[in-house]
């Protein structure tokens, strides 16, 4: 257990390195250019090198890279050319909010999800069902923001309940994380009822049924034990893909996470910024899955980790 | 009064395109200290008579008419009557051993919930003491070590005596055996059965059987039925159906039971102790 | 040059009294820092003057009034002569010296590429008179240099460095209170020993919102305040709210559907009649109407006529019919054209865009629409690196409300630069920039605006853009918000803002 | 003995369980003679089940030779035994599981002929069939799936399907163990005709002596993964030597040969030889 | 236990199964009521309904979109600035009018050509990436696993607007390379569920069995482990269509969509988004709801299939 997780650790940090990387070649190849950016309107050759050179972009991207990979192996990803300040300190100030937000959405999305998976597979085939699912997948089916606005529209501006504009207040954080919870809902919840139904239906429930074993624990620790890996992989999937930010709804919202940040440094071509962003979300995303894996063994025994198949 | 009695019980199973009558009509009774045995030939309807009793078959899949009765209770009627006796008056030794166990639950674990299930008051050292004690009763080696294991490291025949054990420790009244010893060497099955007469013996219990096993049969039984479609063919006194078949189906199996040959018991010094008659 | 001396809060006080009160103003994008030597833009200015002050600012008229300066004098062609005013101090008390003018002035041109820094022809040397006066000299003159100085924002020289400044002192109405930088929120209070009037509110909190439709929520919810820059569409629907009120000034923004100039002798776009003909195929007054909100003006000469300088040369005008006869009788029948814009450039852009080329359409003419995503990559399509192109559509923003600013820049090509691609999109003309030229030179003002109006002349007659237009400054806030001038440069006095209860 | 289809030496395999190292076969060896059928019977849990599933190596042996027909299977790698694999088959003891549950009767039986080489679908199909009828199961059966079927029917699907691969050693384990006397008669019978007709040779692990003795020549007796008596079937089963198999020889339950109500002293004495044992074990 | 398992079907018994009609005759204690309630029936009419009402949901759109050019539409590229921003129900215009004046029905249909290509070929294809790459993890273990968890693992933790953007911005917004670009942003979902799901799999007594039998890992793979964990699979990709759809508007919103003026879902959205507050509700509203009910349809009727298939099956989950 212990050589795994080191092995795995070690291969974070290979995976973070070629990431970066690969982002950091992406970005040089693609078009577009920081000194535009960061010049006045109408620029001048001369303004625009000047701005260059003052960003290390006039050289070669192999040397930048070199420059870059000595900077960073003093623990130096940067300077934001936007916020003009190291760029991984910009990331780690809007992290706890994009952290806070993906935690929150991800366990409202459990609470409601789970139950209504387990729900909907008591009741399947029933219009109940029917119902749940309709509902579910048209909620996930439209844009983001279109629920995003919605809910603000009709809670705070109509209501009043909450602010619209995000952090200010605790309660501004519910309407993102419902928001975000209405896009992930039908899947954990169809996960949750196919695999349910199925574990329902076995021959140890069955049997631990005739043991006098109350329903509540045959639903949960037998069925609900037995579908939890599929579920647990979708929940740390979606978690792990929310630490990199839920753009729209972080904009909409005004929340200042990391997606916001990420997608205006690219629009603003923010190099240092974009990489420092693919750094700590790399090594964050690792660290869930890696999470998520550890807890394959506890939630089936008959995994094995790291194991070629015999 | 009978611990189990059962009249006119019909199972009904409403399947995809058919209603097929897996039961059809079957009566018998077990009293206290009694064993019954349905033999028959696979996919007669045996099992399904077991859950029926148990109310194990989904209210959407089967229709169950005609009255079963637990110590008195009718059990084919509401379903708290039966949900208060399972695990508690009646247990279960499932037939399929290798399925019949959470996968991801420790043997242990599931036996001690097991245990609680009629002692809730029972602590958790407790009822693993009880378990361990029940694992050692039913022949299973290292019982401490095994007790941590999970169902998929355990063979066939060691899962089949956790299924007993389980069923034995509830103290129940009556025990629903649904090939209880098919996984296991005829050592062990020997112990088993030893075990299930002396509680017998000792408390009462009340035993149906299902196996197909006629040497199984003849030992453990008072009463035999014979299954066949969903009906008794032929039944009564162990004795009378083993020695004295009627029906031409009961004859056949008999017929097909392979032959051990006799064998020089160096213990008794005699070439067939089991001929022997030695009922003290 | 400049007007009479003001006091720079001449607001009235009447309405609120010093009583405060919160005023929360939602931008839309991140202010980044209460500093503009690097950025600027419309809405910045307006709270980083809250905070800082400059020795001019751009007043109601586009004309520059004195703030820090007492006055601000052209003494000799090439010679600005400026005595500071003797009341002034930093929100701690301190006083505001020339050497802070100095340092500021050499910062602003230190930091490489700076917006402010290359608004100006050249740096000024400056040269202290005495505690309260300098000089600035400049090389060549440079009649506009009241105007320019006022984006000179000044603070201690001992606190300035040569970057954009989100913390520190000022001499302004407000004095910073918290400053996040990363998530772009700002608090600013009064500043209780402001030099001039006191700032009628006690607290301003800016924060901003891309989203503009969590713009307009959080003004119709009250989470806001005022929201500027709104797109027209916002504008319609907020005018409807009764909670709400939009004001619109004429901006000094110019948009236009550029032609390339760097198209090859014989290429039709490079016959004026051809570029003239395709002027008639635009429907401005529908695009006005039905996409703009008639929030916008037709442009009536090349640069907006709010400017200081501008000359009226001519009006478009939407005939179809004329336009398919001249692109026949000239060779552009059947012309074949390709837009490019940057993403967002200016409100509505891709469905004026769009309406564009189906009257195109309508006259004969395809178009082919390339919208340049965001990232500075549009930078190398006008200048000719990245592929070819037909018109542009673009903004051309004025920040010292002068036609000559504007003029110079688009206009003033000339070979030497268009080497380096320097030039307005190959925009070179040398009757033209010498001209130009000769009005920068020009300290008589009335006879600045008759070069300036010949110039203009001589641009119009070569037409340069399909369509130009200039969209009104539009600001949305609530009811409660009073006294909220918006001035023609699209930002306004925050000193006189009052919010009742 | 000269013709050994298989000879297995000094065959040790352990399971590893979160630290522990638990050893289930501990030094076995045995040899199957060509067209010869090995019974092994033994206590449940001695580790049967693991020697068959080493054999056909969905274990890897810790250590000895799994030597088929002169080659040692034992340590060879999975692309190394693929083309060996169709040799050596299995009837598994779990009928439920063994099966894919998605893939009707006559695909899962034809499956082998396919990875044999056999490319026409019509005649994988006919073969299977065939295979199908010949373990007594009905046409009907063809195109249902493992979850529709009994038990009984469950492992007599897992024997065709064996037997499709046309195998030279059959390992069967439990194979006949859900079946009823009357179909595991027939059963018997068809592993004794293939056996004639094609000199298949047999691994067959069964508690049940009575099919032992009539489907083996040779016999081990195995307990706590160790060989305690090996032996001709029937001298195993007419004079047993050692202590354990005299036990597993006295315990067999023979319904003809019984008397009287529950006569539990048939079983008692076993049981409590057991008992003492165990405790002195322990 | 088998018999726990309700559909053992008779071996020997074909005489007890008959037709509803003639057992509710005799002496039964199967009421037409308690027939209807069972499960198996409910599955049956469910698996109908669940077919009929996604085949309608996804046909309204499907069809409409397909038959666009036949449909008498009005052009969806060219509209009178005179009918600017119609409501719906506005005459003429069932859906309203841009703010362009062009027929919003006539758009999304003609848009939904171009969508549905997009959005069903991105999921096919990160279906089946996502399918065996996460299958040759979670069954092979080892190096294979790690490769792909970890490249898994990279793109997941890379902003994915970012990459989209910067893949487009590099080839170009043509049609393929949209489409190529969703699907890459989508396999990690069916990938990681995929893996999950194999990794027990694989320790199941049948795949044993195949091995046994000598099949090469890959056909394991590809006719045992694969189709027993599909269905699961399924769940999530088919719900993945939508997101596919709309990946192509936050394309779109940043300048790297499909070119202008052609419609697309995603275009159309992303142009009404900021016009959603200031009253044209419908412009976002209503190609939302199209896609909705796609969805919709698309996963009811997968649904449907699949408890029909397992009907004929026989099994009972
Ligand atoms: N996966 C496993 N992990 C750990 N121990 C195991 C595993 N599988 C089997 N064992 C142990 O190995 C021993 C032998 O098991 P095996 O299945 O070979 O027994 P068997 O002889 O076939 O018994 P039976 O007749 O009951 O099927 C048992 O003690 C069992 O607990
Ligand atoms: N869900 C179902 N659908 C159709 N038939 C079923 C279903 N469940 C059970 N049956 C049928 O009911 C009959 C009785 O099955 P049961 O499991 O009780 O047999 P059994 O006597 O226990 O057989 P075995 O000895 O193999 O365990 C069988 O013919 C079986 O096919
Ligand atoms: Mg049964
Ligand atoms: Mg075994």
């Given at each position: 257990?212990?050589t795994?997780?080191?092995k795995?650790?070690?291969q974070?940090?290979l ?8 982002v ?27 701005i ?24 130096d990803?940067?300077?934001s050319?936007?916020f003009?300040?190291?760029a991984?300190?910009?990331?780690m100030?809007?992290l706890?909010?994009t952290?806070?937000?993906?935690v ?11 139950p ?12 109940q ?9 048209a ?11 919605v ?5 705070a ?9 995000g952090f200010d ?12 919870a209405i896009?992930?809902i ?13 574990n329902l239906?076995?021959?140890?429930l ?8 109350s329903e ?24 792990a893909?929310m ?11 005004k929340?200042p ?10 629009k ?6 974009i990489q420092?962003?693919?750094l700590v ?6 660290v869930?899955?890696?999470?998520v894996?550890l807890l394959?063994p506890l ?8 194991e070629a198949?015999? | ?7 006119d ?5 409403m ?13 018998f ?13 696979s ?27 637990i110590?008195?209770?009718?059990v084919t ?6 949900n208060?006796l ?6 279960l ?5 290798m399925?019949?166990l959470?996968?991801?639950r ?9 245990v609680r ?6 602590g ?18 290292n019982?401490?070590?095994q ?11 060691m899962l089949?005596?956790v ?7 509830t ?10 010893t ?18 017998q ?14 040497g ?9 039925h ?6 008794f063919v ?10 004295h078949?009627?029906?031409?189906y009961?004859?056949k199996l008999?017929g ?7 064998w ?6 005699a ?6 008659d030695?009922?003290? | 040059?400049?007007?009479?001396p003001k006091s ?8 609120a009294g010093a ?8 931008l ?7 500093d503009?030597?690097?950025n600027?833009y ?9 905070v ?13 009034e ?12 090439t010679e600005?002569t400026?005595?500071l005013?003797s ?24 930091v490489?590429a ?20 300098f ?9 506009t ?7 000179i ?5 001992k606190?300035?460095k ?5 913390n ?6 407000f ?5 996040d930088?990363?998530?772009g929120?700002?608090k600013l209070?009064?500043?209780?020993n ?10 301003i909190?800016?924060s ?5 439709g ?11 305040d ?5 797109t027209?569409?916002?504008a ?17 923004r ?11 002798a ?19 007054d ?13 442009a ?9 300088g ?9 005939d179809?019919a ?22 967002s ?26 919208m ?21 559509a ?21 070979a ?7 030039t ?19 300290a ?7 070069l300036l109006g010949?110039?203009?002349?001589k ?8 369509w130009?237009w ?5 600001l ?9 001038k ?13 919010v009742?209860? | ?20 190292v638990?050893?289930a076969?501990?030094?076995?060896s ?5 067209g ?13 089940s ?6 056909v190596?969905?274990l890897?042996?810790t ?10 299977l ?6 190394q ?10 009837v ?22 396919r990875v044999?080489?056999?490319k026409s ?6 073969k ?5 009828d ?23 699907i897992g ?6 691969s ?16 009357s179909?595991?008669?027939q059963?018997l ?17 069964s ?17 706590a ?5 090996k032996?001709r079937?029937?001298d ?11 036990r ?14 529950k006569p539990?002293h ?10 003492a044992?165990?405790?002195?074990a322990? | ?7 053992v079907?008779p071996p ?6 008959q037709?509803?009609g003639?057992i ?9 009521v ?6 198996a029936?409910r ?6 309904i669940?077919?009929w ?15 666009a ?13 005179s ?7 506005s005459p ?13 029905l006539?758009?999304?249909?003609h ?13 096919v ?6 399918i065996?790459a ?12 790690t ?9 997941m ?5 970012l990459?989209?953007?910067?893949v487009?911005?590099l080839?170009g917004?043509?049609?393929?390379v949209?489409?190529?670009?969703i ?20 320790e ?6 195949a ?28 719900l ?14 940043l ?30 509203t ?8 796609l969805?919709?349809?698309?996963n009811?009727?997968g ?15």
């Amino acid at each position: 257990m212990l050589t795994y997780v080191l092995k795995r650790i070690g291969q974070t940090v290979l995976t973070a390195f070629l990431a970066t990387a690969t982002v950091f070649v992406l970005l040089r190849m693609a078009p577009g250019d920081p000194a535009a950016n960061y010049a006045p309107p109408n620029p001048t050759s001369a303004q625009l090198e000047a701005i260059r050179q003052q960003f290390g972009l006039d050289q070669s991207i192999p040397v930048q890279f070199v420059t870059f990979l000595q900077h960073l192996f003093q623990g130096d990803v940067g300077t934001s050319f936007f916020f003009k300040r190291p760029a991984l300190e910009v990331v780690m100030e809007r992290l706890p909010y994009t952290i806070t937000l993906a935690v929150a959405a991800i366990v409202v999305t459990a609470l409601v999800a789970i139950p209504l998976g387990v729900w909907m597979a008591r009741r399947a085939d029933t219009a109940q069902e029917l119902g749940a699912n309709i509902a579910t997948i048209a909620g996930q089916s439209m844009p983001d923001f279109w629920i995003g606005f919605v809910l603000l529209i009709v809670f705070a501006v109509n209501l009043g309940w909450f602010s619209p504009a995000g952090f200010d207040s605790g309660s501004s954080i519910v309407l993102p994380t419902v928001t975000i919870a209405i896009l992930q809902i039908a899947l954990i919840s169809r996960l949750v009822r196919r695999e349910m139904v199925g574990n329902l239906a076995a021959p140890y429930l069955t049997v631990a049924r005739s043991r006098g074993i109350s329903e509540r624990a045959l639903t949960w620790r037998y069925a609900f034990g037995n579908s939890a890996i599929p579920v647990v992989t979708a929940l740390g999937t979606r978690f792990a893909a929310m630490l990199n930010g839920v753009v729209i709804v972080e904009v909409v919202f005004k929340w200042p996470g990391v997606g916001e940040l990420v997608v205006n440094a690219l629009k603003q071509r923010d190099f240092p910024l974009i990489q420092a962003t693919v750094l700590v979300t790399v090594v964050l995303a690792l660290v869930v899955q890696l999470f998520v894996d550890l807890l394959y063994p506890l939630m089936d025994p008959r995994v094995r980790l790291g194991e070629a198949s015999a | 009064m009978s611990v189990l009695e059962v009249k006119d019980l019909r199972v009904e199973l409403m399947t995809g395109g058919s209603v097929v009558r897996a039961v059809d009509g079957v009566s018998f009774h077990i009293d206290e200290g009694e064993t019954v045995t349905i033999i028959g030939e696979s996919g007669s309807g045996k099992s399904t008579t077991a859950m029926a009793i148990l109310r194990l078959l989904p209210d959407d899949l089967a229709v169950i008419s005609g009255e079963a009765r637990i110590a008195g209770k009718d059990v084919t009627g509401a379903r708290k009557v039966i949900n208060g006796l399972r695990g508690r008056s009646v247990a279960l030794i499932p037939q399929d051993p290798m399925t019949a166990l959470n996968p991801i639950r420790t043997v242990g674990r599931q036996m001690t919930e097991a245990v609680r299930v009629k002692y809730p008051k029972l602590g958790k050292a407790e009822a693993k003491a009880r378990a361990l004690s029940l694992m050692e009763q039913v022949h299973i080696r290292n019982p401490a070590k095994q007790f941590d294991a999970y169902p998929h490291q355990l063979s066939g025949g060691m899962l089949q005596r956790v299924l007993i054990a389980m069923a034995v420790s509830t103290d129940a009244d009556l025990i629903v055996a649904d090939e209880p010893t098919s996984a296991l060497d005829v050592t062990v099955q020997a112990g088993i059965l030893d075990l299930l007469l002396e509680l017998q013996e000792q408390t009462g219990i009340a035993l149906l059987l299902i196996t197909h096993d006629l040497g199984v049969a003849r030992l453990m039984s008072d009463r035999i039925h014979v299954m066949k479609s969903g009906t008794f063919v032929e039944g009564g006194p162990v004795a009378d159906v083993v020695d004295h078949p009627q029906h031409p189906y009961t004859q056949k199996l008999l017929g097909a039971i392979p032959e051990l040959g006799p064998w020089h018991d160096p213990a008794v010094d005699a070439p067939a102790l089991v001929k022997e008659d030695s009922r003290g | 040059a400049c007007a009479g001396p003001k006091s720079a809060n001449s607001a009235s006080t009447a309405g609120a009294g010093a009583a405060g009160g919160t005023l929360s103003i939602v931008l839309n994008r991140n202010l980044v820092s209460l500093d503009n030597k690097l950025n600027q833009y419309d809405a910045a200015v307006t709270v980083q003057r809250a905070v800082r002050e400059a020795l001019t600012k751009i007043g109601d008229d586009l004309k520059p009034e004195l703030v820090l300066a007492e006055s601000f004098e052209q003494t000799k062609p090439t010679e600005w002569t400026v005595k500071l005013r003797s009341d002034i101090h930093y929100s701690d008390k301190s006083p505001v010296t020339v050497e802070d003018v100095e340092t500021a002035l050499k910062l602003y041109f230190q930091v490489k590429a700076g917006y402010v820094a290359s608004q100006f022809p050249e740096q000024p040397s400056f040269a202290k008179v005495d505690d309260k006066t300098f000089t600035l000299t400049t090389k060549t003159p440079v009649v506009t240099l009241d105007s320019l100085m006022s984006n000179i924002l000044i603070t201690p020289a001992k606190d300035n460095k040569a970057e954009e400044l989100s913390n520190g002192l000022g001499t302004g109405p407000f004095v910073i209170t918290t400053a996040d930088t990363g998530t772009g929120t700002y608090k600013l209070t009064r500043n209780d020993n402001y030099w001039g009037e006191k700032a009628k509110l006690q607290e301003i909190n800016v924060s901003y919102q891309e989203e503009e439709g969590a713009r307009v929520i959080a003004i119709t919810s009250g989470q806001a305040d005022v929201i500027d820059t709104i797109t027209p569409e916002s504008a319609a629907s907020l005018k409807t709210n009764s909670d709400v009120d939009v004001i619109e000034t004429p901006g000094t923004r110019l948009i236009h559907l550029f032609y390339n100039f760097r198209k090859p002798a014989g290429h039709p776009l490079a016959n004026p009649k051809v570029r003239e003909a395709l002027t008639y195929a635009i429907d401005h007054d529908s695009l006005i109407k039905a996409l703009m909100n008639n929030q916008v003006t037709s442009a009536e000469g090349v640069v907006p006529k709010t400017l200081a300088g501008f000359a009226k040369t001519g009006a478009y005008t939407y005939d179809p019919a004329k336009a398919k006869k001249m692109l026949a009788d000239n060779g552009g029948a059947g012309l074949k054209l390709t837009f490019i814009w940057e993403d967002s450039e200016f409100a509505g852009a891709s469905r004026v865009l769009e309406a564009v080329s189906q009257m195109l359409a309508a006259v004969g003419v395809t178009a082919t629409l390339k919208m340049i995503p965001k990232g500075g990559e549009i930078n190398a399509w006008r200048r000719g690196e990245a592929g070819d192109w037909d018109v542009l559509a673009n903004g051309y923003g004025n920040q010292t409300g002068l036609a000559l600013t504007n003029l110079q820049g688009q206009y003033g090509g000339t070979a030497e630069k268009e080497k380096t691609r320097d030039t307005y999109h190959g925009f070179v003309v040398p009757e033209i920039t010498a001209l130009l030229d000769q009005a920068g030179a020009e300290a008589d003002e009335a006879k600045r605006d008759a070069l300036l109006g010949q110039a203009q002349e001589k641009i119009w007659a070569l037409w340069p853009a399909m369509w130009a237009w200039t969209p009104n400054n539009v600001l949305a806030k609530r009811k409660r918000v009073a006294a909220l001038k918006l001035r023609a440069i699209n930002s306004y006095d925050l000193g006189a803002v009052t919010v009742s209860a | 003995m000269a013709d050994n289809l298989l000879t297995v030496s000094n065959l040790v395999v352990e399971y590893r369980t979160g630290k522990e190292v638990f050893r289930a076969v501990d030094d076995v060896s045995f040899a199957v003679p060509r067209g010869g059928t090995l019974a092994i019977v033994g206590e449940s849990g001695c580790g049967k089940s693991t020697i068959a599933k080493a054999l056909v190596r969905l274990l890897r042996p810790t250590s000895g030779t799994i030597d088929l027909d002169g080659t040692d299977l034992a340590q060879l790698s999975e692309k190394q035994l693929r083309p060996l694999r169709h040799r050596v088959q299995m009837v598994f003891q779990d009928p439920y599981g063994s099966l894919d549950p998605h893939l009707t009767a006559q695909d899962i039986v034809a499956e082998p002929l396919r990875v044999r080489g056999e490319k026409s679908r019509k005649v994988q199909r006919d073969k299977a069939a065939e295979l199908i009828d010949r373990v007594g199961l009905p046409k009907t059966a063809l195109d249902r799936k493992p979850p529709e079927f009994s038990g009984g029917q469950r492992q007599r699907i897992g024997i065709a399907r064996a037997l499709a691969s046309g195998p030279e050693l059959l390992v069967c384990d439990e194979a006949t163990s859900a079946l009823d006397v009357s179909v595991q008669a027939q059963v018997l019978e068809l592993l004794r005709d293939l056996q004639a007709d094609t000199g298949l040779t047999y691994l067959f692990i069964s508690h049940n002596l009575g099919v032992v003795r009539a489907i083996s020549q040779d016999t081990i007796v195995m307990r706590a993964g160790r060989i305690v008596e090996k032996g001709r079937t029937d001298d195993l089963l007419s004079r047993p030597q050692e202590d354990y198999t005299q036990r597993l020889r006295r315990s067999a339950l023979e319904p003809g040969l019984m008397t009287g109500i529950k006569p539990r002293h048939l079983i008692r004495h076993i049981a409590a030889s057991r008992t003492a044992e165990t405790e002195k074990a322990s | 236990m088998s018999t726990a398992n309700p559909n053992v079907s008779p071996p020997s018994a074909p005489d007890l199964s008959q037709v509803p009609g003639s057992i509710l005759g005799r002496d039964s204690a199967v009421t037409k009521v308690l027939l209807r309630r069972s499960a198996a029936a409910r599955r049956a009419r469910y698996s109908t309904i669940k077919i009929w009402v996604g085949a309608i949901c996804a046909a309204l759109v499907v069809l409409p979109v397909a038959l666009a050019q036949l449909l008498p539409l009005p052009d969806p590229i060219v509209g009178a600035l005179s009918e600017s921003s119609l409501p719906p129900f506005s005459p003429g215009h069932l859906f309203g009018t841009d703010p362009n004046g062009r027929d919003l029905l006539s758009r999304v249909l003609h848009g939904g050509q171009t969508s549905l290509v997009i959005g069903i070929l991105a999921i096919v294809v990160s279906g089946l990436v996502g399918i065996v790459a996460g299958a040759a993890a979670g069954y092979f273990g080892g190096w294979v696993d790690t490769i792909v968890s970890r490249l898994l693992e990279a793109q997941m933790s890379l902003p994915l607007l970012l990459m989209l953007l910067l893949v487009v911005a590099l080839f170009g917004p043509s049609i393929p390379v949209i489409t190529l670009v969703i699907a890459f942003a989508q396999w990690p979902e069916p990938a990681r569920i995929t893996r999950a799901l194999v990794l027990v799999e694989r320790e199941k007594p049948y795949v044993a069995a195949a091995r046994v039998l000598g099949l090469h890992r890959v056909s394991i793979i590809a006719r045992h482990v694969i189709p027993n964990v599909l269905q699961q699979v399924l769940v999530v990709v088919l719900l993945l269509l939508a997101q596919a759809v709309l990946l192509e508007s936050a394309l779109s919103f940043l300048g790297a969509g499909v070119q202008r003026p052609y419609p697309t879902w995603g275009g159309i959205i992303s142009d009404g988004r900021e016009l959603f507050v200031t009253g044209k509700w419908w412009l976002v509203t209503i190609p939302g709801i199209v896609i909705a009910l796609l969805v919709v349809g698309v996963n009811l009727v997968g649904d449907g299939l699949r408890d029909r298939v397992r009907r004929a099956k026989g099994d009972q989950s």
